[in-house]
Structure formats: C-alpha cells, structure tokens
C-alpha cells in the first residue's frame, strides 16, 4: 500500500491505531481454520465515524477492507485473501447502555459475549447467543456469523435477539435499521439482512440486542450410552416427547475417547456416545423435565446417568465437551471442521453415515455438537499429506452429499467464509446465488468490503 494512503489513514485514527509491523501484520492474516494473505494494515477504529472514513478512502484508492472481530472463526471470513486493511474492533468493545426497564443491551461490535453476560447477569437478565467460543469472540463477530450454541435449542440464535444496528455501508454511508422496541415493521428488515452477512455487505459499529430474564435454576444430565445410534434415537425421542431442554449436546465415541485422553473423567471404556442435557426455567418445572429426561434416556438404553443441580458438579460433566475442540489436535494436526445440520429425525441416519465414512477413508472423523437442534460439529482430523487432504476433500464432499440428501443445510452456524464457498451451489440454486450477488453489488460496486467470501 502506498504510503500517501497510509498517511491518510493515521490522519482519521491516529499513528498509535494503525499497526504496520510485519509481526502484527501476520497475527492478523488466519483466523481459528484459515491461513490467508498479510494484511497490508491493521486499523484500530474508535468510531463509526472514523469507520466510514476510512471505507471512503477504500473506495477512492480501491482497497480491500476486512473487518474483524476476535478471530475465532471456523471459515476464513476475518481472513484478508489479497493484502488490504482489517478493520479490528479491539477498541470498540463497550457496553453502552444496559436498559432494565424495557430488557435491551447496546454494545459496540468489540465487547466480548461473556462478558456481556457477566454484566446482563448481575440485572438478573440473559444475553443467550452462547458459541463454545464465548469467552473470547465479539458480538460483532457474533452477529455478522449469526453465531448459535448450545443454548439455541431453547432459546435461538443470535439473529433472535438483535432488534437493531447501526451499520457503515461498504461506500460509507452510516445507517440505522431495526428498533429498540420489542415490534417494528417499518420498511425492509435491513437488519436481518445484515447479520449472518459475514462481513461482506456493511460494517456494524452499534448492536441493540433484547434481553431475557435470567432462569431461575438449571439441571444438568449426564447420558452415556455403549452405542452411539441409541445417543442419536434418544435426541429424537426426547424432541418427540415436546421437551424442550435448553441444550442437548452429543459427543460420538471418537470424540469421548479424544477428550478421555486429554482430560480424563474416568468413564468406563467402550462409551460409544454421550449426551449431556441441560432444563433450565422455576425449580418445580425443571425437577419434573429433568425426570422425565431421565426416563427417555434410560429406555433408549443408556448404561449410566447422572442428574445435578449443583453448578460445580455440572461443570464437571461439561469438561469432555468443553475441552474437545482443543483435544482433537492430539489425533492429528489439521482440522477440518464442518458443521452441517440435519432435520432432528435424521440424527442417526447421518451419524451412522459418519461412521461409514470413517472407516472408508481411514482417516479420524469425530462428530459432536449441538444435537437438539440436528446440528453437528464434524471434525476431519488429517496429517498435512496430499493424500490426507485429497481423502478429506472427498470425505467433505461426500458428507455435505448426505446432509443434503436429508433435507438439511451446509452451515448452521460457522458461515460459508472461503472455506465453504466452493460448495454453495450444492444446497443454493444458481437464481437465488445471483440474487445474493445482485444484493453485495448494490451494497458494495467497487467490491471493497470483505471480497472473496460466500461466492468463490
Ligand atoms: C473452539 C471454537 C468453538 C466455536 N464454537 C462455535 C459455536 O458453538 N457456535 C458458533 O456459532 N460459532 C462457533 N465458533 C466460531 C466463531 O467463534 C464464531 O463464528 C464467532 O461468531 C466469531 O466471532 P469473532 O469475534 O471471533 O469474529 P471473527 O472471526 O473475527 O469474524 C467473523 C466474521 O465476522 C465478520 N465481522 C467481525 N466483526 C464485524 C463487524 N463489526 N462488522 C461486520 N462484520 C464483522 C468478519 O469479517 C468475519 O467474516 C467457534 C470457534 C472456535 C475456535
């Protein structure tokens, strides 16, 4: 980049808010999968006023801007592919205002999601949205993923608790769409346009999400089965019974056998798949679900279950689960991780055909996740070999075969980024991709903001 933009850029955000080095410059060119190109800049905004400017000078100079949250994403969408200026939220990380009397929060797109759960909580209130990446993703990120978790089974997705944003089109322009009212129908839904849209079509600088109030109580259940199809039977047969647990998630036997290794529980050998299960809402109704939970699990067979209150004790029964992403680099040191998702009913159709794979390719296939909602987590586990990455490819290929054959979806919640943009055509229709190409365009002509993501 020439050094007449460069000093156009400090001029907006200041010498200390644009980052040059060629170490901080490649900190910011991979994401939590993706290795992409060095950004020729990092830029440090503190205003969607110094946001737009800079977008004004992209579309003057015809640079490509990527915005970026905290980098924990599973599809290269924070990943520059040609050089360029990420735009990284690290400043803009406020909780603006937390309004109790009509349950809303107002968050620049930096502030962490536990961390504003943390403070939520402390007014007896709940921010839901929960990605395995909590603890460290933004909210911007958040909505620009459409980011789910566990708790979406209950309580949705993020999309379902974003009334409002503030917005910097790609040519720079501020715009507000949304409410800060629980209704609004006014024109377009602008809005829901702009989250899931991966960064491509507008920079959010200002979020209004709606709160909940915080349940009361929570149990959590323990399920372990010797065989994985019954796991995935008791996932539909609790869905069946119209319970609604806040999460249900699955791990297969591959993944309990990985986080065994890396953090042992002590679970007796053989475990070939676990649920863990969680009701929350008033102490009497979470008792009687939790008991009827417990009786569906043990007529589809399982060979031990715990039931706990008790937060610590729960915590304890989350460790598999929450240390699996990190374990699965003890079998191999490349992941590539899909997360289709399947009408509930499929569940064990698709798992038995995980099974298959596995053993047609030979090569590590875990499968974990969000189960309640049909949505699985499928790591592919590889050694960095051509022939490891060419049996991967395949396995891909053949997995998103089967999702589609069962009436499910590419993403649940990770985004098509690069790394899923090759398959699109495979659930979209070629009218409804051109569609979505007419819409970046009117959004973005110059092509400045987040090029290459979605549409390969
Ligand atoms: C261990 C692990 C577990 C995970 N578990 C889950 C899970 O359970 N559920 C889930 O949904 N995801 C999960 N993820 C994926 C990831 O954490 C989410 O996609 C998250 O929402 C990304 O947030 P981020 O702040 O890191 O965004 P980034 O990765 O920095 O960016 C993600 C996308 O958002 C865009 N973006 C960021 N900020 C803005 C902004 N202000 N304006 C416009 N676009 C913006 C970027 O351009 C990019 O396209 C997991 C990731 C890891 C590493």
């Not at 969408?77 to 107002?106: H, Q, W, Y």
């Not at 490819?393 to 980024?417: D, M, N, P, Q, W």
Request: hydrophobic residues 40%; glycine residues 8%; proline residues 5%.
């Amino acid at each position: 980049m020439e050094n007449r933009i460069i000093e156009e850029i400090i001029k907006i955000v200041g010498k200390e808010n644009v980052l040059t080095s060629i170490e901080d410059r490649r900190c910011y060119s991979y994401d939590a999968r993706t290795d992409g190109a060095i950004p020729d800049l990092i830029v440090l905004p503190s205003s969607s006023g110094e946001v737009s400017q800079i977008l004004i000078l992209a579309n003057k100079y015809l640079f490509p801007v990527i915005p970026r949250g905290q980098g924990s994403g599973l599809t290269g969408g924070a990943v520059p592919l040609n050089g360029g200026v990420v735009l990284s939220f690290t400043r803009m990380n406020s909780i603006l205002e937390i309004d109790t009397k009509n349950l809303i929060a107002i968050v620049e797109p930096g502030a962490i999601t536990f961390l504003l759960q943390e403070e939520v909580a402390k007014y007896g209130l709940f921010y839901p949205p929960d990605p395995a990446s909590y603890k460290y993703s933004s909210i911007g990120g958040n909505v620009a993923e459409c980011a789910g978790g566990p708790n979406s089974l209950k309580y949705g997705v993020t999309r379902d608790y974003v009334l409002g944003l503030e917005v910097v089109k790609p040519t720079g322009e501020i715009i507000h769409t949304g409410v800060r009212t629980m209704k609004g129908v006014v024109g377009y839904d602008l809005t829901r346009l702009f989250v899931g849209s991966e960064g491509t079509l507008g920079v959010i600088t200002k979020i209004i999400l709606k709160l909940i109030p915080l349940p009361e109580a929570k149990a959590t259940i323990l399920a372990l089965f010797q065989e994985v199809e019954d796991a995935a039977e008791t996932v539909s047969a609790i869905i069946e019974a119209r319970i609604v647990p806040s999460t249900i998630e699955f791990l297969d036997r591959a993944s309990i056998k990985c986080s065994e290794q890396a953090n042992p529980m002590g679970l007796p050998e053989g475990i070939g798949g676990m649920l863990l299960i969680e009701v929350d809402g008033n102490e009497e109704a979470i008792k009687s679900q939790a008991e009827k939970i417990k009786k569906i699990v043990l007529e589809n067979k399982a060979i031990q279950c715990t039931v706990t209150q008790d937060p610590k004790e729960a915590d304890k029964l989350w460790l598999a689960r929450r240390t699996l992403s990190q374990a699965t680099y003890n079998l191999n040191p490349i992941k590539i991780a899909e997360d289709v998702v399947v009408p509930r009913s499929k569940i064990p159709v698709l798992i038995r055909a995980l099974e298959e794979m596995e053993k047609k390719y030979g090569i590590p296939i875990l499968s974990f996740g969000h189960a309640g909602d049909g949505n699985f987590h499928v790591s592919i586990m590889i050694q960095d070999t051509a022939e490891d990455r060419e049996k991967a490819e395949e396995a891909v290929k053949e997995i998103f075969t089967e999702t589609i054959r069962l009436g499910g979806t590419l993403s649940g919640e990770h985004g098509i980024g690069i790394s899923k943009a090759p398959y699109l055509g495979m659930e979209l229709s070629p009218e409804t991709i051109s569609t979505m190409k007419d819409i970046k365009k009117l959004f973005d002509p110059n092509n400045i903001l987040n090029p290459g993501k979605i549409f390969s």
